[in-house]
């Protein structure tokens, strides 16, 4: 009997052997709190995006994720942080078009590689960029209001998140198109920006439609354009850009979560399953689609094509359009 043991013992132990991955367990993942940096101030889609989801991760996971805005220098601070967090799934970052596609471009010497120092988990949201004025600007569309800064080069502002942010990125991309000249403005991020634009310190912008809405529903701004294919179901009556006469235009906000280089592979992937699961409550649903924003979800090898696609385009736009950080 002894002996019959040893050999099942024996046995056992190279099964065992003949798979590596038996002799170590699955990483115990979360084993505390999850910080989630967003790279900009409160206020805008980002945080919105980024929160919605935390909140669906935290009834999942058993530990919070908590949304902490770090704005401020297009992003390059917290990204640099980020990037050399301990790379155990307890740190993650908003990646988004301007940090992960323009801003290797304009800033060539950025602390950090976003495609080496990082890895990309999932999308999370794409979301429609909306081009909106202040009442007092005299045009009541989109033509009128090319016209009107065409008739006064140089006089009209528009602000912005800061650097590199989706604003900036599609206003310069509509500037380039329109031929128009309109100084840009930089805030810390979309609240401040539209502090100033609500004030008639600024006169134009572009955000995604969650920060705008409210405003254009209670007339405090006017929406004369969306910078996606097609109209918007909350506001059927805006026209697209390219119905203006820019056919092929088209620009939205996306953001996807991210994760330090080195982070284990067991990790990323049960990551991406929570974040599809997130995606797919019924709170996330509910919210995006009063926000006119389609959820992502797929696999990180999904989210870096797309990071890589992105790059190739905006890194077109900045050279034609000459973007450079103001």
Do not use: C
């Not at 991760?57 to 530990?63: A, C, M, R, W």
């Not at 990037?83 to 155990?88: F, H, V, W």
């Not at 991309?173 to 840009?184: A, C, P, S």
């Not at 696999?299 to 973007?323: C, H, L, N, S, T």
């Amino acid at each position: 009997m002894t002996i019959h043991r040893r050999s099942v013992l024996a046995t056992s132990l190279a099964s065992t052997l003949a798979w590596p991955g038996l002799l170590h367990a699955q990483p115990a993942w979360p084993r505390q709190s999850i910080r989630f940096v967003v790279p900009f101030a409160p206020g805008g889609t980002s945080e919105i995006v980024a929160r919605t989801v935390a909140l669906e991760l935290t009834k999942q996971l058993g530990q919070t994720v908590f949304v902490e805005n770090k704005g401020g220098g297009a992003g390059l601070p917290a990204m640099q942080e980020v990037a050399k967090a301990t790379p155990d799934g307890h740190t993650l970052i908003l990646g988004h078009v301007g940090s992960l596609a323009v801003n290797p471009v304009i800033f060539p010497n950025q602390p950090f590689d976003v495609n080496k120092d990082f890895l990309p988990v999932t999308l999370l949201a794409k979301v429609p960029n909306l081009f909106v004025i202040h009442p007092d600007v005299p045009a009541r569309d989109f033509k009128e209001f090319v016209a009107h800064v065409k008739k006064n080069p140089g006089r009209l502002n528009y602000g912005s998140a800061g650097n590199a942010s989706a604003g900036h990125l599609a206003m310069e991309y509509l500037k380039l198109v329109t031929g128009m000249f309109i100084t840009h403005i930089p805030s810390r991020g979309t609240g401040p920006q539209l502090t100033d634009l609500l004030a008639g310190r600024t006169q134009a912008s572009s955000a995604g439609l969650p920060a705008l809405l409210a405003h254009i529903k209670a007339g405090k701004l006017r929406a004369i354009a969306v910078g996606t294919s097609q109209r918007l179901a909350q506001l059927p009556d805006v026209p697209t850009v390219a119905e203006m006469g820019y056919p092929g235009f088209e620009t939205s906000q996306w953001y996807g979560i991210l994760v330090p280089a080195g982070t284990p592979r067991e990790i990323v992937k049960r990551l991406q399953e929570e974040g599809l699961k997130a995606l797919k409550s019924n709170a996330v649903t509910e919210r995006f689609v009063n926000d006119s924003a389609i959820g992502g979800g797929g696999p990180p090898e999904e989210f870096a094509a797309y990071i890589a696609q992105q790059q190739k385009v905006w890194k077109d736009i900045v050279q034609r359009a000459g973007i450079k950080p103001d």
